[in-house]
């Protein structure tokens, strides 16, 4: 009976040991996918990710320190810790597309040239649609946080505005660096231009942070255009550990084009992506005169629509005229359209048939 006892026991330990496991194999996938997206935020030369999640766990303690009491200060403090980790992880940032197609082909062009040295690391390209530099990354909990951060971008417009002062910020992208030889981005010429976009990337994480959404602010802005990333597969990172950067050597000093500042979005780093390639945009704030010359598709094919029905209605009425008149020169008297058309019709046949 003891023995029994024993055996049921250690089933019992057995099953909740699975269990465990079980419940850590699917917490992996969630955890797995925002390390690949967080590689391409600007900050992927340090431990953003510890740094944001530290940050935001001290100003939720100190929140909340009163509600405390001392019993419970100690307790399971480090699945606190990790749970808190999990919770906070960045899954929303701002997005400053890539829309020119010279940058967007010449990133083809080094992709398919390292491919052809290494046909693996084709798991590690970034499609040209998902092309961005990133301004800054959040934590977003639930649709009311998602709504605050939409208001805070649309704050960001007047600010930033004001700091373009009606003139372009023109990124000139130039040369490939790598984080780690694990990350491949096109680096921005740094001058003037590359300074302002410092002072709005700066600007907005001010706004945000008054508007009480965590902006992982510790670490320098760097910004870079991601076009590949080991962590996009962990087949691959199981294969390759290292990215060879001789296998970018050509392009180093190559200039891939110039980018210039129009729109900005609050992007998902978890949503289902656009069918381009791009993320799941919240919302977006435009600046400039890009936006204003650069009609989009939908308004190109309702105004060539108005210029044909317009040629079309000034064909009728000129026929019409024409109508009328020969109608007029006919008889002497004003008939109806329809019937001057009929007659002037009817006394063609007739001589036709003499």
């Excluded at 700066?202 to 760097?222: D, N, P, V, Y």
């Excluded at 001789?246 to 998902?268: A, T």
């Excluded at 289902?272 to 989009?296: R, T």
């Amino acid at each position: 009976m003891l023995g029994y006892g024993l055996e049921n026991v250690h089933q019992k330990k057995i099953f909740k040991e699975n269990n465990k496991r079980t419940q850590q194999s699917k917490e992996a996938c969630p955890a797995d996918l925002v390390e690949s997206l967080m590689a391409e935020m600007p900050f992927v030369d340090t431990d953003i990710e510890d740094e944001f999640v530290i940050h935001a766990t001290s100003e939720i303690n100190t929140k909340n320190k009163r509600k405390r009491t001392t019993g419970k200060e100690t307790e399971d403090s480090g699945e606190r810790k990790k749970k808190k980790k999990k919770q906070y992880q960045p899954n929303y940032f701002i997005s400053l597309p890539i829309t020119n197609p010279e940058i967007t082909e010449s990133v083809q062009a080094v992709q398919d040239a390292i491919i052809q040295k290494d046909q693996r690391l084709s798991k590690a390209m970034v499609r040209s649609g998902s092309l961005h530099v990133t301004m800054l990354v959040m934590h977003l909990s639930n649709e009311e946080e998602i709504s605050i951060a939409v208001g805070a971008l649309s704050d960001s417009k007047d600010f930033v505005e004001d700091l373009l002062k009606g003139k372009k910020v023109n990124l000139s992208f130039q040369g490939i660096d790598h984080f780690r030889n694990e990350v491949g981005f096109v680096k921005l010429a740094e001058n003037d231009h590359t300074t302002k976009l410092t002072e709005i990337a700066e600007t907005m994480r001010k706004i945000f942070q008054e508007k009480g959404i965590l902006t992982g602010e510790e670490r320098a802005f760097k910004p870079h255009l991601t076009f590949m990333k080991l962590s996009k597969s962990t087949q691959l990172r199981k294969q390759v550990k290292k990215i060879d950067s001789s296998l970018y050597e050509d392009f180093k000093r190559h200039y891939f084009g110039d980018e210039i500042l129009h729109r900005l979005d609050l992007c998902s780093m978890l949503k289902k992506k656009q069918p381009n390639g791009y993320y799941y945009c919240e919302s977006s704030i435009v600046f400039g005169e890009k936006h204003a010359a650069e009609p989009d598709d939908a308004e190109l094919v309702s105004l060539s629509k108005r210029l044909v029905e317009n040629a079309v209605l000034k064909a009728v009425q000129q026929y019409l005229e024409e109508t009328q008149n020969k109608t007029r020169q006919t008889d002497g008297s004003p008939v109806k359209t329809e019937e001057a058309a009929s007659s002037s019709k009817n006394e063609s046949d007739n001589d036709n048939s003499k």
